[in-house]
């Protein structure tokens, strides 16, 4: 049984930084693309950061230059570094596989003076 757990997430202050991290099981890690999603409260879930298994990463513009996203195959885990939070970066973020669309349970990042 695949399964992601994140953890990593909570309050910091604006211009802060967390790191999220999320530990795979149930499947052979290094084949799969893997990506953090984000959903606030009253908006859709959204792409934050993707990377591939040839570790080639995208990012949503809104977090682009602040965000990084990488993996540790040995460990199953992928990482991401948020570095100067937004109060707009406040929301549940998620794992996600994109094969099979596996999702993590997520974890709350609150951005907040």
């Known amino acids: 049984q695949v399964q992601l757990v994140e953890s990593g997430g909570g309050l910091v202050q604006p211009g802060g930084s967390l790191k999220l991290s999320c530990v795979a099981s149930g499947m052979i890690f290094r084949l799969y693309n893997m990506g953090w999603y984000r959903q606030a409260p009253g908006k859709q879930r959204e792409l934050v950061a993707s990377?591939?298994?040839?570790?080639?990463?995208n990012y949503a513009e809104s977090v682009q230059g602040r965000f990084t996203i990488t993996r540790d195959n040995a460990k199953n885990t992928v990482y991401l570094q948020m570095n100067n939070l937004k109060a707009d970066d406040t929301a549940v973020y998620y794992c996600?596989?994109?094969?099979?669309?596996?999702w993590g349970q997520g974890t709350q990042v609150t951005v907040s003076s």
């Open positions: 990377i591939t298994n040839a570790l080639y990463t």
């Open positions: 996600h596989r994109s094969a099979s669309s596996i």
